[in-house]
């Protein structure tokens, strides 16, 4: 056994480039690591492989990867899945952890970083919430980030429900969160 009982990893990630990164990375480190592209290539790795650990990257190819935790814990309850992800909220962490994540962490995060997610049960105190108030900026992105969770990932819908015009939206989701 290799990190504390993690010896096989499935990375889930659209990004080509990342994907074959992170598992040449982890695989440096002495884990067997496999990676997928989309939902259906995952769902069948999951299946011939039985991973001890999955990393899922929250954007799938324009959707939300949170639809793919009940399958993948389905077929594996025991699996550590850590949802990894650029555009990282409250929100969706929230919403992951909810679906059966067992970590949430921000891109971009190192191997360490990503290692020392996929053991812990629970975050660093470093990763923990802030205690002082976001800003106005954070709490914008915040509230886009839960009322396009509400919408299930739709631009339009979520523009309508915010009374804003669809450009306007993507262009504020272009961009990354405020870092605080």
Same mark, same amino acid.
Request: hydrophobic share 45%; with cysteine.
């Given at each position: 056994?290799t /990190?504390?009982?993690? !010896? /096989?990893?499935?990375?889930? +990630?659209?990004?080509p480039?990342?994907?074959?990164?992170?598992?040449?990375? @982890?695989s440096?480190?002495?884990?067997?690591?496999?990676?997928?592209?989309?939902?259906?290539?995952?769902l069948?790795?999951?299946?011939?492989?039985?991973?001890?650990?999955?990393i *899922?990257?929250?954007?799938? +190819?324009?959707?939300?990867?949170?639809?793919l935790?009940?399958?993948? $814990? #389905?077929?594996?309850?025991?699996?550590?899945?850590?949802v *990894? /992800?650029?555009?990282a909220?409250?929100t /969706?962490?929230?919403?992951a952890?909810?679906?059966?994540?067992?970590?949430?962490?921000?891109?971009?995060?190192?191997?360490?970083? %990503? @290692?020392? =997610?996929l053991? +812990? =049960?629970?975050?660093?105190?470093?990763?923990?919430?802030? @205690?002082?108030?976001?800003?106005?900026?954070?709490?914008?992105?915040e509230? %886009?980030?839960?009322?396009?969770g #509400?919408?299930?990932?739709?631009?339009?819908?979520?523009a309508?429900?915010?009374?804003?015009?669809r450009?306007? *939206? !993507?262009?504020?989701?272009?961009? $990354?969160?405020?870092?605080?």
């Amino acid at each position: 056994m290799t /990190t504390l009982g993690i !010896q /096989t990893v499935l990375v889930i +990630d659209d990004d080509p480039a990342f994907n074959r990164i992170l598992c040449r990375t @982890l695989s440096n480190r002495g884990l067997s690591c496999v990676g997928a592209l989309d939902s259906a290539a995952a769902l069948q790795e999951m299946r011939r492989i039985r991973p001890d650990a999955v990393i *899922l990257d929250l954007n799938l +190819d324009g959707s939300s990867g949170l639809p793919l935790i009940a399958p993948l $814990r #389905e077929l594996r309850p025991d699996t550590r899945i850590l949802v *990894l /992800t650029g555009y990282a909220s409250i929100t /969706t962490a929230v919403d992951a952890i909810k679906l059966g994540a067992h970590q949430y962490l921000a891109k971009p995060a190192d191997a360490e970083s %990503i @290692l020392r =997610a996929l053991v +812990d =049960a629970v975050p660093e105190a470093k990763d923990a919430a802030p @205690l002082e108030p976001m800003s106005v900026d954070r709490l914008e992105w915040e509230h %886009i980030q839960r009322v396009l969770g #509400e919408n299930q990932g739709n631009i339009s819908a979520t523009a309508r429900a915010l009374k804003m015009h669809r450009r306007t *939206l !993507q262009r504020k989701l272009a961009k $990354r969160p405020v870092r605080e």
